[in-house]
């Protein structure tokens, strides 16, 4: 297994388009993040799955943002009607749910976005 | 709310030196946990050391140590005999429940 994966890598997209990320996890981990990083700041928690089932999503992810995970394999992230303040990283992790902190994420390479 | 300060933009150390990356944290939660994590350049981030706050004992990974104080909410990480190779970004992270919550960084140079 070579890890967690993420595409594309980057995307350049308009104002007011749709963009779609997708991560895959590494096999049988049975939890998925996504967060977000802009330039100068740690990554923020957006969402979180357990399994297939999205359990945990924070006031950061407004309507226009949508994540799935269907089959708790894959997972993919829908921005709608991008804005230039959706330009960042995005991260995608994923854990083998092990209790408490004894949990260790691993991270993908992220996604670009810029948002002209 | 949950946050996480981490005071130290940037730091700089020689090689085979020791240097000290500062995070303090603030949470209401009983049961949390502790994280350091490294994002070196353009490569994806990884797990550096974990801590549990029930643990008193501080966590020891190889080079990496930390000196956790629970009442003052402090988490320092220390790294020994600093290698090329520790160049990063250095995130301090608090988990409480299923959210983690990290600090901005601080992007530590060793210099040769």
């Known amino acids: 297994d070579t890890g967690v994966s993420q595409n594309p890598r980057h995307k350049i997209t308009k104002r007011g388009q749709n963009v779609t990320f997708r991560c895959d996890p590494i096999?049988?981990?049975?939890?998925l993040y996504w967060y977000r990083q802009t330039l100068g700041q740690g990554p923020e928690f957006l969402t979180y799955?357990?399994?297939?089932?999205?359990?945990?999503k924070s006031r950061l992810l407004s309507d226009r943002f949508s994540a799935e995970r269907p089959k708790g394999s894959f997972s993919t992230l829908e921005i709608q009607r991008t804005e230039q303040g959706d330009s960042a990283m995005y991260l995608c992790?994923?854990?083998?749910?092990?209790?408490?902190?004894?949990?260790?994420?691993?991270f993908g390479p992220g996604t670009r976005l810029l948002v002209l | 709310a949950q946050t996480v300060t981490q005071s130290q933009p940037e730091m700089s150390v020689q090689e085979a030196e020791t240097v000290t990356l500062s995070c303090t944290y603030d949470?209401?939660?009983?049961?949390?946990?502790l994280f350091w994590y490294k994002q070196p350049p353009s490569r994806q981030m990884i797990l550096v050391i974990r801590?549990?706050?029930?643990?008193?004992q501080n966590a020891t990974e190889n080079r990496f140590s930390v000196n956790f104080q629970k009442a003052a909410k402090s988490f320092s990480l220390k790294i020994s005999d600093s290698q090329l190779g520790d160049t990063a970004m250095y995130f301090c992270?608090?988990?409480?429940?299923?959210?983690?919550?990290f600090g901005t960084g601080t992007s530590l140079t060793v210099i040769p």
């Open positions: 096999s049988e981990h049975n939890r």
């Open positions: 949470t209401s939660e009983n049961n949390y946990y």
């Open positions: 799955f357990q399994n297939e089932a999205q359990l945990e």
């Open positions: 801590q549990e706050a029930y643990k008193q």
């Open positions: 992790a994923s854990s083998d749910g092990l209790a408490g902190g004894q949990e260790t994420q691993y």
């Open positions: 992270a608090l988990r409480t429940g299923n959210q983690f919550y």
